[in-house]
Nanobody, 115 residues
């Protein structure tokens, strides 16, 4: 089992920045990949970014060049730095930790981009 606690969401104006955090506990040494997904109202949950235990990253085309995923293994925490935010980035953002084939989800944190 892995427990995930997200933080850092909120309301920001277009063009602004936010940093999301996801703190993991439990079977952290068995985690293969961690990442962020998001779900906007009326839409399916979609991949935002992932990072492997080796540090390889992957991003959705819609966030490339604006978002950066990183990890601090000493703190068992994964971050999502979001810059140049757009209204279409508004969604609930979920952290995921994968111990293949299982995936563990956080509770989600709301990000709202609006003037």
């Amino acid at each position: 089992q892995v427990q995930l606690v997200e933080s850092g969401g909120g309301l920001v104006q277009p063009g602004g920045s936010l940093r999301l955090s996801c703190a993991a506990s439990g079977r952290i040494f068995d985690i293969n990949t961690m990442g962020w997904y998001r779900q906007a109202p009326g839409k399916q949950r979609e991949l935002v970014a992932t990072i492997t235990s080796g540090g390889s990253t992957n991003y959705a085309d819609s966030v490339k060049g604006r978002f950066t995923i990183s990890r601090d293994d000493a703190k068992n925490t994964v971050y999502l730095q979001m810059n140049s935010l757009k209204s279409e980035d508004t969604a609930v953002y979920y952290c995921i930790a994968r111990i293949y084939p299982l995936g563990y989800w956080g509770q989600g944190t709301q990000v709202t981009v609006s003037s």
